[in-house]
Nanobody, 125 residues
C-alpha cells in the first residue's frame, strides 16, 4: 500500500511562494505517477500538476509557469514549488498516487488510487 502525507501549506500573501511536500511510504513509489489536486469550498477537486515515473511533468493551464513539480525517489517525496501565488490558488491541496498512468489519465481524479489528507493553502490579496 501507498500512504501519502502532505505538508507545507499555510498562509501567504499574493505574489509569494510556498513549497508543498508529499511524503510517500511504499515499496513501489518510484513506479507511480504522483499528482497534485486542489479543492476550494463548494468547488470540484481540480487537477494542478503531475509527474510520471519517467519524470514527465504535466500542469494545469492555470498554474503553468508558476508551479514546478519535482520528485526525489531516494526520499520518497514529491515537491510542488508554488511561485507568484494568487488568491485564486486558495484551496486544500491533495497529493495523489496512481500506477502507470497514461498521459491523458493523469489529469483526472479517477486515475489515482491513493490520496493524502490534504493541506490548506491560503493566499491573501
Amino acid at each position: 500500500q501507498v500512504q501519502l502525507v502532505e505538508s507545507g501549506g499555510g498562509l501567504v500573501q499574493a505574489g509569494g511562494s510556498l513549497r508543498l511536500s508529499c511524503a510517500a511510504s511504499g515499496r513501489t513509489f518510484s513506479n507511480y505517477t504522483m499528482g497534485w489536486f486542489r479543492q476550494a469550498p463548494g468547488k470540484q477537486r481540480e487537477f494542478v500538476a503531475a509527474i510520471s515515473w519517467s519524470e514527465s511533468t504535466y500542469y494545469a493551464d492555470s498554474v503553468k509557469g508558476r508551479f514546478t513539480l519535482s520528485r526525489n525517489n531516494a526520499k520518497n517525496t514529491v515537491y510542488l514549488q508554488m511561485n507568484s501565488l494568487k488568491p485564486e490558488d486558495t484551496a486544500v491541496y491533495f497529493c495523489a498516487a496512481g500506477p502507470s498512468l497514461g498521459a491523458a489519465l493523469v489529469y483526472w481524479t479517477q486515475g489515482y488510487d491513493y490520496w493524502g489528507q490534504g493541506t490548506q493553502v491560503t493566499v491573501s490579496s
